[in-house]
């Protein structure tokens, strides 16, 4: 980082964990292998980037393959996505609407049942909540129910292709899928 340029999310997002714990500083990638790639933040207003991330990631360090850091104990690894989840959720609550907050806990508990369950839809379910955040649209938790309910993805696709552009939600979801395979 540049001295006086503004740090990234993903510097941020770093920085701030190795302040919180040693164990964090010891799995942070080295920086020249650190990727910086906002995924679902693009949707939503600039001021829940970090907040995004920051969930996102600890989503990744639980069931993918994280983008900046990269911890050798699995143990380490679901502590740290918690930590990150949890610092996620105060960052949004920051941010200044309370119900963003309800909005991600649903979203990582419908992502836990599906991942459980082996049904797909949790990057569509990514994107919906993404794109509505301050929104507070009741369709969310209607779409979300069908996925969860009936496996139905539809009502989700319905709903974010009506608040999102197609490009930018096809190139969220294809950098998502590659973060699993």
């Known amino acids: 980082m540049a001295v006086g340029s503004t740090p990234s999310v993903f510097e941020t997002i770093a920085r701030d ?3 919180e714990s040693s164990l964090w500083e010891e799995a942070l990638r080295p920086a020249e292998e650190r990727e910086a790639d906002a995924i679902f933040s693009t949707l939503a207003a600039e001021h829940y980037a970090l907040a995004t991330e920051s969930i996102y990631e600890g989503y990744l360090l639980h069931y993918g393959r994280p983008r900046i850091f990269a911890p050798h104990d699995p143990d380490v690894a679901i502590l740290l996505g918690d930590y990150l989840y949890a610092h ?3 960052r949004l609550a920051d941010a200044g609407i309370a119900s963003d907050v309800t ?17 797909a839809g949790y990057g569509v379910a990514w994107v919906a909540t993404t ?14 129910a069908a ?6 993805t539809a009502p989700l696709v319905a709903l974010v292709s009506s608040v999102s552009e197609p490009d930018d939600v096809d190139r969220a979801l294809v950098r998502h899928e590659r973060r699993f395979t």
């Open 88 to 90: 996620g959720l105060v």
């Open 17 to 19: 964990a190795c302040v």
């Open 131 to 144: 794109a509505l955040l301050g929104a507070s649209d009741p369709r969310l938790e209607q779409a979300r």
């Open 103 to 119: 909005e991600f806990a649903h979203l990582i508990s419908l992502c836990a049942q599906l991942r459980a369950g082996g049904t």
């Open 147 to 152: 996925l969860r309910l009936e496996r139905e």
